[in-house]
């Protein structure tokens, strides 16, 4: 009867250190990406009329409004976070998903469509990147975005992507606002982070070309929020 006992207490502690470990493994599984948190999207047409104003979108719901487009399919890992007033991160989370799995879930890419031939787009965004982690704006192959060392503008091609431009950001930074204004044909790139007034921009890259192809395209283009995690980048 003795041993008896003792083997179901001895079942019963396996049962439950099989229990906790799985409830760890399952935390460390779904925490395992690093997250981007855009705030806000503001677009503005004509940015140059001073009588323009931003079409500014705060994400405090899911996208789902007919503006908002997901080219490769609707991620599951993105969600709303809001954790004011104790903390000013909130708005739109989205995963750095590994792109060596892209195949097997859609990229990390939520944009709005855009049908004007002038126009201005500005994001705010929370991120910490570790290692191989990048996060920002991507318009057509031209990827503006927060990485480790600090910020870059990449060409995206066929074998990975061309650093166009990068600059240093403080360790500190958390939070960034990204801007770019395209006059056709051309594409400029502006930053300013935590603590900068909001007319302090400072640019990354001047005048780059980018060939829209409306025509193909039914007349638009696509910007909009993007997150990865890459071992080449």
Known sequence: MIIRVKLMKLRAYVIFLTFLLVLICTGCTSTREN???FSQFAYTEDFCNEESL????????????????????????????????????????????????????????????????QFAVMIEMFFTPAEGDAAGLLISQYFFCRIPTGLALRRINDEGFDVLAKTELPDYVTRVYLRVEFNEPTCTFFYRYEGSGPDDWTSVANDIKIDFDLAKDNGSTIIGLYAEHSSSN
């Not at 500014?56 to 954790?83: A, H, I, N």
């Not at 903390?87 to 739109?92: A, E, K, T």
């Not at 995963?95 to 892209?102: A, R, T, V, Y």
């Open 35 to 37: 997250r981007a948190v």
């Open 54 to 117: 931003p079409d500014t979108t705060v994400f405090s719901s899911l996208p789902k409004d007919p503006e908002w487009l997901f080219p490769y399919g609707f991620l599951p890992g993105m969600r709303v976070v809001d954790e004011r007033p104790e903390s000013i991160v909130h708005g739109l989370s989205i995963p750095c998903f590994n792109m060596s799995s892209i195949g097997l879930q859609p990229a990390c890419y939520v944009g709005r469509r855009i049908r004007h031939r």
